[in-house]
């Protein structure tokens, strides 16, 4: 059974950082695609960064030099980790972590597991 938990979100102001981390178990494939989603109530969850089994990374122009993808593997544990900088209100949302085939894609439907998320809000 894959599941996958996301901890890290919070309260903080703008400019000031957080950083996410999800933890994906069950997952019994070396070649995959991880990604962070984002969403605010009454939108359509948005791509926020994608990263490959083989390390390479898509991030979402809204978010390309703020944020920093980055994984890792302990036992038989994946751990994905979103480093978010400079953050800005309209950074609130919803942050969910998602799992699927190496040929995943920015959209929703590539992934085929999700977690529930965690909460970040961005005060200015």
């Known amino acids: 059974q894959v599941q996958l938990v996301e901890s890290g979100g919070g309260p903080v102001q703008a400019e000031g950082s957080l950083r996410l981390s999800c933890a994906v178990s069950?997952?019994?494939?070396?070649?995959?695609?991880m990604a962070w989603f984002r969403q605010v109530p009454g939108k359509e969850r948005e791509v926020v960064a994608r990263?490959?089994?083989?390390?390479?990374?898509?991030?979402a122009a809204s978010v390309k030099g703020r944020f920093t993808l980055s994984k890792d593997n302990v036992k038989d544990t994946l751990f994905m980790y979103l480093q978010m900088n400079s953050l800005k209100p309209e950074d609130t949302s919803l942050y969910i972590c998602?799992?699927?085939?190496?040929?995943?894609?920015?959209?929703?439907?590539?992934?085929?597991?999700w977690g529930h998320g965690t909460q970040v809000t961005v005060s200015s």
């Open positions: 069950g997952y019994d494939s070396n070649r995959y695609s």
């Open positions: 990263i490959r089994s083989t390390g390479s990374t898509t991030y």
């Open positions: 998602a799992i699927g085939g190496w040929y995943a894609t920015l959209t929703t439907g590539s992934y085929s597991f």
